[in-house]
């Protein structure tokens, strides 16, 4: 059973990487995996990978170390990645068809299974087998797909106003892909992925 406990945001950004270990093991036909295999292949501290795993409960077994299939079942529990998780796409522009190509390689129950735009060239098209429907149907496609969380892949200048959008048809989990920090409500989560803050800070330790 889960301890009722606050979890940091540092111990469920590392989850993501001890799953993505764990499916490579699965798939090298690996049964059993002890915390220090799995600090050596992912450079971490053993003792933080069980300080992190105890925060949900006991899955290892002492001499044994974790099952592999068993531990990437419970994360996958703790992540919600044991049910369907649907994702809608806006913006259909060069960013935003390779995000949408992407959706092939996703796995875990994750997938994005509406795109919207509001360019009426790109309405009507496909990309990744997935038919660009105008951003005027946002609403409705939410609703009829049962959508949860909200990508954005359009300029700086237009991400506010489609972060709002999604926020009023009931998103709370939005990932932006524009250079703009968004101003949400309390209750939304928003997780920034920057390609240029990152090149930049990188840049720092050249």
């Given at each position: 059973m889960m301890k009722t406990l606050k979890i940091s945001e540092a111990v469920v950004r590392r989850l993501p990487l001890y799953l993505r270990y764990l499916n490579r093991l699965m798939?090298?036909?690996v049964r059993t995996v002890s915390s220090q295999q799995l600090g050596d292949g992912l450079d971490l501290n053993p003792a933080q990978i069980r300080k992190d795993l105890a925060c949900f409960g006991e899955f290892g077994r002492k001499?044994?170390?974790y099952e592999?299939?068993?531990?990437i079942a419970k994360i996958k529990n703790i992540l919600k990645l044991d049910q369907q998780i649907n994702v809608v796409l806006i913006g259909a522009g060069h960013l935003g068809y390779a995000i949408s190509n992407y959706n092939a390689y996703l796995k875990?129950?994750?997938r994005i299974v509406a795109i919207l735009d509001t360019d009426p060239a790109k309405v009507g098209k496909q990309t990744a087998?997935?038919?660009i429907q105008p951003l005027e149907?946002?609403?409705?496609?939410v609703e009829e797909k049962n959508i949860r969380v909200g990508i954005i892949?359009?300029?700086a200048e237009a991400a506010q106003a489609v972060a709002d959008a999604l926020?009023?048809?009931g998103i709370s989990a939005i990932l932006n892909f524009a250079p703009i920090n968004l101003r949400v409500a309390d209750g939304v989560r928003v997780h920034y992925a920057d390609v240029t803050m990152e090149l930049y800070s990188l840049a720092y330790y050249l």
């Open positions: 798939n090298m036909n001499g044994i170390g592999v299939d068993y531990l875990d129950n994750m087998g997935i038919e149907r946002l609403e409705k496609v892949a359009v300029p926020v009023r048809v």
